[in-house]
């Protein structure tokens, strides 16, 4: 489906924020996330997956700007259309717990975001935590925050910002790079907490065909793209990610 772009900005280093009109045809869950086509012509090739940060009058999509098909998303202009399949994937589950913490590590904020307004919207109470290199990189506007370089906040990694506030009754919905989100399962089971992780594998289609994002769990192979990307942390092999 093609959509207007209503603004597209910086909003820290190298991470943008895109505005995308919401048509109102579809609904759609935190944890959920469209496969982007950045341009008309075949070139890049493959769609990107991007998480989705906002929905509701709009489609927001925080992205950092790693490789071309984000640098040239990058320059796209508002009154600009792109071409957008989704909302795909499962999604976080939403289960009330005494004690739930978002925590995410860089550009693994994007999902948290929506989910903190789905939590909001049923009067949950939670608390978020958030890692980033240097203050340069954050991008967010709540939570507690970490900078590996003591530029902002936390001196030190988002595992240790927040591992001491997990514990058995904590529910911990994360996304970030794997060896954050296996640092965290570690503890997890250490404290047997409960935890939804958002995985970013690289994927083609993002509908389950090419086999492109499939990975080793406990139970079997899954795709990371139709049967995830959310995951129990248990299910996870993490040695294998
Ligand atoms: C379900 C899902 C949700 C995502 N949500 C977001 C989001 O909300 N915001 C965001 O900024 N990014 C998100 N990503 C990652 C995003 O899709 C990639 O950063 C993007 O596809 C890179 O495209 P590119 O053409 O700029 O980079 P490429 O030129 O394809 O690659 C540039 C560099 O980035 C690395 N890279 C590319 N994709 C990934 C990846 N998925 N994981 C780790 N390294 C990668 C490559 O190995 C290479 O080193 C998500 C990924 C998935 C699977």
Redesign the pocket.
Same mark, same amino acid.
């Given at each position: 489906m093609k959509l207007q772009i209503l603004q597209n900005e910086q909003i820290a280093g190298s991470?943008m924020s895109i505005k995308i009109d919401n048509p109102g045809l579809f609904t759609a869950r935190a944890g959920q996330?469209f496969m982007v086509k950045?341009n008309d012509f075949n070139y890049?090739f493959l769609r990107?997956?991007? /998480?989705?940060?906002y929905f509701k009058d709009y489609i927001e999509?925080?992205?950092?700007?790693?490789?071309? +098909?984000? /640098?040239?998303?990058a320059k796209k202009q508002k009154g600009e259309f792109i071409d957008m399949i989704g909302p795909l +994937?499962n999604g976080f589950e939403i289960v009330n717990s005494k004690k739930i913490l978002l925590v995410g590590g860089g550009?693994g904020f994007?999902?948290l975001r929506f989910l903190k307004e789905e939590l909001k919207g049923r009067s949950f109470d939670f608390d978020s935590f958030f890692g980033f290199n240097t203050k340069d990189e954050v991008c967010v506007d709540f939570g507690n925050i970490a900078t590996m370089d003591g530029s902002y906040g936390y001196k030190g990694s988002v595992i240790d910002l927040v591992k001491d506030v997990i514990d058995e009754e904590t529910l911990i919905y994360a996304c970030g790079?794997s060896v954050v989100l296996s640092k965290l399962s570690d503890i997890c089971l250490e404290k047997n907490a409960k935890m939804q992780v958002?995985?970013?594998?690289?994927?083609a289609c993002g509908i389950g065909v090419c086999l492109g994002?499939v990975i080793e769990t406990k139970n079997g192979m899954k795709k990371?793209?139709d049967e995830?990307?959310v995951f129990d942390y248990k299910e996870i092999l993490w040695e294998k990610m």
């Amino acid at each position: 489906m093609k959509l207007q772009i209503l603004q597209n900005e910086q909003i820290a280093g190298s991470v943008m924020s895109i505005k995308i009109d919401n048509p109102g045809l579809f609904t759609a869950r935190a944890g959920q996330f469209f496969m982007v086509k950045i341009n008309d012509f075949n070139y890049p090739f493959l769609r990107r997956p991007f /998480s989705i940060t906002y929905f509701k009058d709009y489609i927001e999509i925080v992205y950092k700007i790693v490789g071309e +098909g984000t /640098s040239m998303l990058a320059k796209k202009q508002k009154g600009e259309f792109i071409d957008m399949i989704g909302p795909l +994937g499962n999604g976080f589950e939403i289960v009330n717990s005494k004690k739930i913490l978002l925590v995410g590590g860089g550009i693994g904020f994007a999902p948290l975001r929506f989910l903190k307004e789905e939590l909001k919207g049923r009067s949950f109470d939670f608390d978020s935590f958030f890692g980033f290199n240097t203050k340069d990189e954050v991008c967010v506007d709540f939570g507690n925050i970490a900078t590996m370089d003591g530029s902002y906040g936390y001196k030190g990694s988002v595992i240790d910002l927040v591992k001491d506030v997990i514990d058995e009754e904590t529910l911990i919905y994360a996304c970030g790079p794997s060896v954050v989100l296996s640092k965290l399962s570690d503890i997890c089971l250490e404290k047997n907490a409960k935890m939804q992780v958002s995985l970013e594998s690289r994927m083609a289609c993002g509908i389950g065909v090419c086999l492109g994002c499939v990975i080793e769990t406990k139970n079997g192979m899954k795709k990371v793209c139709d049967e995830g990307p959310v995951f129990d942390y248990k299910e996870i092999l993490w040695e294998k990610m």
